[in-house]
C-alpha cells in the first residue's frame, strides 16, 4: 500500500459522514479527543484514493492547548491512549428504515479506526495510520457529511455529550432529531445491559448527554416515544448555542445545491406512507419518524 505523510489543513472542522457519524465509535474520552483533533487535520473535500494509507501527526502540546489540560496530562493521556487505539473498533449498522424487520446485530459492519500507532515519548507526539476502509468516510465528501468545529466539543468532558452533540448536530437544520431507540444505543455505544433498560439510557447515557450540553449553551427538551409499553423512539428538539459557527461551515443536510429544474424533479417524488393511523400521540409520532427516515432514504442520505 502507498503511504502519504500528514494531509493538514487549519479549518479546524470535524468532518464525518452520516454513516461514520451514527456508527459506534467505541472510544474513551481520551481517544475521542486523538481521533477527533486528528480529523480536524484532515481535509475532507480532497479525493479519496483506495488503499491510500494516511498519517496523521498530534502533539502534546496541540492536545494540551485544544483541551485545556495540563501538560503532565496530556503525555499520561496520548500514552494510554495509544496503547489501544489500534485495538478500537467502528460499529456501522443498516438503520430501522433500511433494515426492517431484521435484528440489527445481524446488520453490523466492524471497522478499525487505525492500522497502526506510533508514539514518541521523548517529544511527545502520536500518528495515527489511517485505516484504508475508514477513509471514505472521512475525505472525498461531497454530501451526505457533517461537520463541526473542534471548539464545539473540546471542552465537553464524557464521551455521551459529544457523541450526542454530533447525533443532533446531523439535524441542525431541522432543530429536532428523532432516532429509533436501538438505533440510538448502538450509535451512544450503550452497554448490552442498557440496551436492555431504557431507565438505564435514560440515566447513563441521555440525562449527563443532555446535562452538560446544556450548560455549553445548548437548548434541548427531549421525550421517549413509546410504542405500548416500550419506548420506541428518543426524540428531540434543540437549539445551539449563540455564536455557534454559521452553517457555511456545515452542510447537515448534505445535499447537493439544488437548481430550479432539480426541485422541480423534488417535487415529483412523494413520500408515502399506507399504514394505517391511529388518532393517537404515538401513532403520530411513529409516522412522523418514518417520514424523517423516509426523506433522509429518498435523498440518499445514510
Given at each position: 500500500?502507498q503511504k502519504?505523510?500528514n494531509?493538514?489543513?487549519?479549518?479546524?472542522?470535524?468532518?464525518?459522514?452520516?454513516?461514520l457519524?451514527?456508527?459506534?465509535?467505541?472510544?474513551?474520552l481520551a481517544e475521542?479527543?486523538?481521533?477527533?483533533?486528528?480529523?480536524?487535520?484532515?481535509d475532507?473535500?480532497k479525493p479519496?484514493?483506495?488503499?491510500?494509507?494516511?498519517k496523521?501527526?498530534i502533539t502534546?502540546?496541540?492536545?494540551?492547548?485544544?483541551?485545556e489540560?495540563?501538560?503532565?496530562?496530556a503525555y499520561?493521556q496520548?500514552?494510554t491512549?495509544s496503547g489501544?487505539?489500534?485495538k478500537?473498533e467502528?460499529?456501522?449498522y443498516?438503520p430501522?428504515?433500511k433494515?426492517?424487520?431484521?435484528?440489527?446485530d445481524?446488520?453490523?459492519?466492524?471497522?478499525a479506526?487505525?492500522g497502526q500507532?506510533?508514539?514518541?515519548v521523548?517529544?511527545g507526539?502520536?500518528?495515527l495510520?489511517?485505516?484504508?476502509?475508514?477513509m471514505?468516510?472521512?475525505?472525498g465528501?461531497?454530501?451526505?457529511?457533517?461537520?463541526y468545529?473542534?471548539k464545539?466539543?473540546?471542552?465537553?468532558?464524557?464521551v455521551s455529550s459529544?457523541?450526542?452533540?454530533?447525533?443532533?448536530t446531523?439535524?441542525?437544520?431541522?432543530?429536532?432529531?428523532q432516532?429509533?431507540?436501538?438505533d440510538?444505543?448502538m450509535?451512544m455505544?450503550?452497554t448490552?445491559?442498557q440496551?436492555?433498560n431504557f431507565?438505564?439510557?435514560?440515566r447513563?447515557?441521555?440525562?449527563?448527554?443532555?446535562?452538560?450540553?446544556?450548560k455549553h449553551?445548548w437548548?434541548i427538551h427531549?421525550?421517549?416515544?413509546k410504542?405500548?409499553r416500550?419506548v420506541?423512539f428518543v426524540r428531540?428538539?434543540f437549539?445551539?448555542?449563540?455564536?455557534?459557527?454559521?452553517?457555511d461551515?456545515k452542510d447537515v443536510?448534505n445535499?447537493p445545491?439544488?437548481?430550479?429544474?432539480?426541485?422541480a424533479?423534488?417535487?415529483?417524488?412523494?413520500?408515502?406512507?399506507?399504514?394505517?393511523i391511529?388518532?393517537t400521540q404515538?401513532k403520530?409520532?411513529e409516522?412522523l419518524?418514518?417520514?424523517?427516515?423516509?426523506i433522509?432514504?429518498?435523498?440518499?442520505?445514510?
Amino acid at each position: 500500500m502507498q503511504k502519504i505523510d500528514n494531509i493538514e489543513i487549519t479549518t479546524n472542522l470535524v468532518t464525518m459522514s452520516n454513516a461514520l457519524i451514527r456508527a459506534g465509535h467505541g472510544l474513551s474520552l481520551a481517544e475521542k479527543r486523538i481521533v477527533m483533533i486528528a480529523l480536524s487535520k484532515l481535509d475532507s473535500t480532497k479525493p479519496f484514493v483506495e488503499n491510500l494509507i494516511i498519517k496523521t501527526k498530534i502533539t502534546a502540546t496541540e492536545y494540551a492547548n485544544e483541551f485545556e489540560v495540563s501538560m503532565d496530562t496530556a503525555y499520561d493521556q496520548l500514552s494510554t491512549a495509544s496503547g489501544v487505539l489500534k485495538k478500537r473498533e467502528l460499529v456501522f449498522y443498516d438503520p430501522s428504515h433500511k433494515r426492517g424487520e431484521k435484528k440489527i446485530d445481524s446488520t453490523r459492519s466492524v471497522m478499525a479506526w487505525v492500522g497502526q500507532v506510533d508514539y514518541d515519548v521523548g517529544d511527545g507526539f502520536v500518528v495515527l495510520h489511517w485505516w484504508p476502509a475508514t477513509m471514505k468516510h472521512l475525505m472525498g465528501l461531497k454530501w451526505h457529511y457533517t461537520s463541526y468545529q473542534l471548539k464545539q466539543a473540546s471542552a465537553l468532558k464524557s464521551v455521551s455529550s459529544w457523541r450526542l452533540l454530533e447525533l443532533l448536530t446531523r439535524f441542525e437544520d431541522n432543530g429536532w432529531a428523532q432516532y429509533d431507540i436501538e438505533d440510538f444505543a448502538m450509535s451512544m455505544d450503550a452497554t448490552e445491559k442498557q440496551k436492555e433498560n431504557f431507565a438505564a439510557i435514560r440515566r447513563k447515557i441521555i440525562e449527563p448527554g443532555v446535562d452538560e450540553l446544556k450548560k455549553h449553551g445548548w437548548t434541548i427538551h427531549w421525550e421517549p416515544i413509546k410504542d405500548g409499553r416500550k419506548v420506541k423512539f428518543v426524540r428531540f428538539e434543540f437549539k445551539q448555542p449563540i455564536g455557534t459557527p454559521s452553517q457555511d461551515l456545515k452542510d447537515v443536510d448534505n445535499k447537493p445545491k439544488k437548481t430550479k429544474k432539480t426541485a422541480a424533479k423534488d417535487l415529483n417524488k412523494p413520500i408515502a406512507y399506507s399504514a394505517p393511523i391511529e388518532d393517537t400521540q404515538a401513532k403520530k409520532d411513529e409516522c412522523l419518524a418514518y417520514l424523517q427516515s423516509a426523506i433522509a432514504k429518498r435523498d440518499g442520505g445514510q
